[in-house]
């Protein structure tokens, strides 16, 4: 079974090994972890995905600058072996969420153009493409830019 919770602080060096193992081509440090949870509660949502061993199998974050902007959808990650579990569109509604308490108008997030799967996902939950970011995870590397009104 698969539970969910806010991150904490002590999650972090679980984090930054993930982010090692989902993001290769761009991870994370542990200080851009540190710098983005300095936002938490009140301009960022962290939240963590658990196995039934209580063990962290994925994370998500997104930042709401202020009322009325947009919501820049952080990070969604979740190891391999708990993929297609349903755990993406959870974190993603937990994700749209908080930014609609937040008053944000929309979502916005990236996407590595050859994540298939990830892309799939953001379109079925209403996201469309309104751009390429090239080279945004390193050379060669280029993005889709997505976007979802929030009602």
């Known amino acids: 079974m698969i539970t969910y919770r806010d991150a904490m602080t002590l999650d972090l060096p679980v984090l930054v090994s993930m982010e090692k193992i989902l993001f290769a081509d761009a991870p994370?440090?542990?200080?851009?972890?540190?710098?983005?949870?300095?936002?938490?509660p009140r301009t960022h949502f962290f939240t963590v995905a658990l196995d039934s061993n209580n063990q962290i199998i994925g994370y998500a974050a997104v930042m709401v600058p202020a009322p009325g902007v947009e919501a820049d959808v952080l990070t969604v990650g979740v190891l391999p072996g708990h993929r297609k579990a349903g755990i993406g569109t959870a974190f993603m509604e937990q994700l749209e969420n908080w930014a609609s308490?937040?008053?944000s108008n929309a979502m916005m997030l990236e996407v590595g153009v050859d994540n298939i799967g990830a892309i799939a996902l953001?379109?079925?939950?209403?996201?469309?493409?309104?751009?390429?970011?090239?080279?945004y995870y390193g050379a060669g590397l280029d993005a889709l830019v997505m976007r979802k009104e929030l009602s």
């Open 28 to 40: 994370w440090s542990m200080g851009q972890f540190k710098e983005e949870f300095k936002g938490v």
């Open 101 to 103: 308490e937040k008053e």
């Open 122 to 135: 953001y379109e079925s939950l209403g996201y469309s493409t309104i751009s390429v970011r090239s080279n």
